[in-house]
């Protein structure tokens, strides 16, 4: 009887192209109702994948009686592998001779007949040489990966709606806020996962996608990363593992199947081959250039899909968000809120240090409790753990602005800031000038004008200091013998109105072009002084939040099928490079 086997690729970067075989069946006719894969990166820095993949083989067409499946390595023990086919084990497991690096499932009396409806799954532990090092620019010690399920040929699968679930599950001990997804190519459900959290156990963090609109045969790119802490260091591989062609399929046999063979992979090779190094290079210059344009875009493009209403209740600093205003700003502002809030003092000016209040007040958000904690880390741990925050609170942001209208809502608290200037702007006294603009500091700041507009409102009078002021400028906190007042302390403040607190009290001064000075030079040279480079200090909370999707070289190659009595056809050895993410090969099928 005429065997007939399903070509399954699992490829961690496109390096390969693969063309089908001269002599192939053509009377494979399938869908694939539910594919589902899982990827497991070990504590040992190998992988583990498990593949579920359900088939309905159509009426009329050729039995399904093999499934070979490719591997992104060699470094694999065949004698591992488990795998059922509608719940029978399969014990015919044995290497591919069809596709490099890959294993052959025969299914024997379990083949999946004309019309009927099988499920194929494979358990493949301990899978070496996939993890690479993260050379991008916005991370330090990270390591990187990235992976494409299965796919096969359109003429032979016809799916349309295939229900599709691919989870990454990084290694035990990566913190939530370590691990980083990329948003997957061509994958036609949404690009942030549909769930994400810990693994049973609770010491793994899992990301996970779902579609009911796939197919089986488009390629599908997932890809992750973690500090590299995590596994050991000699399993990170520098360069790819080479791999070798497909091995000649037993049945093509004779002088001249062989000389054909010979001259059909070298075509593929070298015919295709510069085709591959122009395409390669075009994506990686473009994924380049589109980097530096969107350095400083950390949000992510969903928040930009326009949805109805305004967003109240949220706070200046996540406005700022919204906003997508500078870092260093948004910082500022969440010193300032801190302080206000009395939850530290700034002990020293450059660089930055704090001493954070114990007990911290009740009323923090929760941005502010991480960005006070950030300053109990060490220096060298800082930054990290800053950067950490803004992409939990770009996530936060995100989140809450769902269904809602970007546009309307920034129109709302761009008026809110309007009208907090206005109050400042058109105060009676400079008592109670300097009361409102304490009291709209952070919607104050929303202007994009706010340096010079606080220049001009309080040079030439004096300025009544706020009374958090004394935790902000150590300088001018030992001026008044170093004590720190707080908000019980405060004097009412008069407005000269009738019926309004206060009645002549004093409150300290300093002239309004060193206040000027003071929050606009000194808050903006802390913020520098915790961010370094800003560009470089967004660019990394950009890659997390508003990651460049992951290209790809080529689309070329797909899961194939051939007959038992043997085909001409043959692939290339591959060749994978890449920026940032893992690079290993899987063989093509003849």
Known sequence: MKKFRLFLLSLFIIGLFTLPGAVIAQDLRFEVPASEVEVYVEEDGSLSLWYYIEFQNRTGAAPIDYVDIGMPTSAYNL?????????????????????????????????????????????????????????????????????????????????????????????????????????????????????????????????????????????????????????????????????????????????????????????????????????FGFSIYQGTVGAQKRKMSYLPPKMKIEGNGIKRGLTAVEAAILMEQPMDKILTMILFGVLKK???????????????????????????????????????????????????????????????????????????????WTMVEESETPEVKSENYNQTLEWAMLDDDYQERTRRTFTGGPVFVPIWWPRYSPSYRRSIGGGVPTTASRPAVSTGKPGSSGGGVTLPSIPGSTFAANVINGATGMAA?????????????TSRTNPIPVSTSTKSGSGGFRGGGGGGGSSCACACACAGCACACAGGGR
């Not at 596994?231 to 000389?259: H, L, M, Q, R, Y």
């Not at 015919?271 to 395409?279: K, Y």
């Not at 660089?351 to 109990?376: C, G, M, N, R, T």
Request: with cysteine; glycine share 10%.
């Open 529 to 541: 002084g915790v961010v370094g480079n800003l560009t470089s200090f967004t660019d990394r909370i």
């Open 342 to 420: 009395e939850a530290a003092i700034v002990t020293q000016e450059d660089p930055l240090e704090l001493e954070v209040s114990d007990p911290i007040p009740e009323d923090l958000h929760l941005y502010e409790k991480q960005f006070l904690d950030a300053f109990k880390q060490p220096e060298k741990l800082r930054r990290t753990a800053i950067q950490n925050m803004m992409v939990s609170l770009v996530t936060s942001v995100t989140g809450k602005m769902k269904g809602f209208s970007r546009k309307e809502t920034i129109a709302y608290y761009e008026d809110i800031m309007r009208r907090a």
């Open 79 to 279: 004698n591992n592998i488990e795998a059922t086919v509608d719940g029978q084990a399969i014990t015919d497991i044995e290497s591919s001779p069809y596709v490099t690096n890959g294993f052959a499932l025969g299914l024997g009396n379990n083949a999946i007949q004309p019309g009927q409806l099988g499920a194929v799954t494979a358990w493949i532990p301990g899978v070496q040489n996939v993890l690479r090092p993260y050379d991008g620019a916005d991370r330090e010690n990270y390591v990187s990966f990235q992976f494409s399920p299965n796919w096969f040929g359109p003429e032979y699968d016809k799916s349309t709606n295939t229900e599709y679930r691919v989870t990454i599950i990084l290694p035990p001990g990566v913190g939530n806020e370590e691990g980083v997804y990329y948003y997957p190519n061509n994958w036609p459900g949404p690009d942030e996962p549909d769930d994400i959290g810990f693994t049973a156990e609770g010491d793994r963090v899992y990301y996970s996608w779902f579609t009911d609109n796939a197919d089986a045969h488009t390629q599908y790119i997932f890809g992750g990363a973690f500090p590299s802490q995590y596994v050991p260091e000699d399993s990170i591989v520098t360069k790819p593992e080479p791999s070798s062609p497909s091995e000649p399929s037993g049945s093509v046999t004779g002088f001249i199947p062989a000389i054909l063979g010979i001259l059909g992979q070298n075509f593929c090779c070298f015919g295709f081959g510069l085709f591959f190094i122009a395409i």
